[in-house]
């Protein structure tokens, strides 16, 4: 029996999007359609693939299966035109990433200039992301890999790169933690005026760990999604954040803000990695392009400069 392959890419999308109207947007088709279409595969296959929770859609276990099934089929079939592009020279191809906004300077400044001048004929497909949303990216075949900060670990993913790049804290130039010539405790913040990143996000998360480690509550004077928000909190005066120093090294060398080392240990030992799912072969275009931006981005092509200062 041949399992219906447009059945499979409806159902694929309706468990992506959690929904069956968001799915049919996104396909600019009737949501009827779709419906009928997953309807009569559960009546060839005898078995319930969606089931109604209180967060949308979900699928059984037969229709997590089936997906599986399709999304490692299509990762296939992704691979097998690849090598025939790479037969042809790479002329060709698609890759699709997801990034932190943190790393946005650095991939902009010049690596991904660079590919595209050098690969005219690959179409490059960039998806803003949190830590949590690009890993579930990659593990639903959304994108060929992902840039992402502090993640948790997780073994359905292959790391191809890992860097210590700590989580420090950056402050206005006169505030008195600048003058500080010893490493900042979490502590030390409690009576700060903090903005903090949703913890959505890998420095998110990490900070509030760390705090809820330490026995301290982070009362923050400002919450957001948004690294330039962050930035701008700092440089403005009003307070202090959490951030990488590659982030703001443009900031750094202007004197507009100052880093200063924390205290915690899992803070100082936060990683920035390049990530895909395990078990899916990348195609030659996503290959090419990972290592491009690994030997490119200062994020990955070496540890942060606070750690090589210190070698």
């Keep these: 029996m041949r399992i219906n392959q447009r059945a499979l890419a409806y159902l694929n999308e309706v468990i992506h999007h959690r929904s069956l109207r968001r799915a049919a947007q996104h396909l600019n088709?009737?949501?009827?359609?779709?419906?009928?279409?997953?309807?009569a595969l559960e009546q060839e296959l005898d078995t319930r693939l969606l089931e109604r929770t209180a967060q949308g859609v979900s699928p059984t276990e037969a229709g997590e299966m089936l997906v599986a099934h399709y999304r490692q089929q299509q990762a296939n079939d992704r691979g097998v035109l690849s090598r025939l592009s790479d037969l042809r020279g790479l002329r060709q191809g698609h890759v699709r990433i997801a990034v932190g906004e943190g790393f946005i300077a650095d991939l902009i400044s010049q690596p991904l200039q660079s590919f595209i001048l050098s690969h005219p004929g690959i179409d490059l497909e960039v998806n803003m992301a949190g830590a949590n949303e690009a890993i579930g990216l990659v593990k639903e075949d959304a994108v060929d890999f992902a840039l992402v900060y502090a993640p948790a670990e997780d073994d359905s993913l292959h790391v191809h790169v890992d860097t210590l790049q700590p989580l420090d804290l950056i402050t206005p130039p006169d505030h008195p933690l600048a003058q500080s010539t010893s490493p900042i405790s979490m502590a030390a913040l409690r009576n700060e005026s903090l903005a903090l990143i949703h913890n959505s996000t890998g420095m998110g998360?990490?900070?509030?760990?760390?705090?809820?480690?330490?026995?301290?509550?982070?009362?923050?004077?400002?919450?957001?999604?948004?690294?330039?928000?962050?930035?701008?909190f700092v440089k403005s005066g009003i307070g202090v954040a959490f951030m990488p120093e590659l982030t703001v090294s443009d900031e750094l060398q202007s004197g507009s803000i100052r880093r200063c080392t924390l205290a915690n240990r899992a803070l100082r030992d936060a990683r920035a990695r390049i990530v895909s799912h395990k078990g899916r072969e990348l195609t030659v275009a996503s290959q090419a392009c990972l290592e491009h931006l690994r030997d490119g981005m200062r994020f990955f092509n070496d540890h942060a400069p606070s750690i090589r200062d210190r070698k």
């Design 29 to 39: 088709i009737d949501p009827s359609a779709i419906s009928r279409q997953i309807a």
């Design 205 to 232: 998360q990490l900070a509030v760990i760390v705090a809820q480690l330490e026995h301290l509550q982070l009362r923050p004077k400002l919450r957001t999604n948004s690294v330039a928000v962050l930035v701008n």
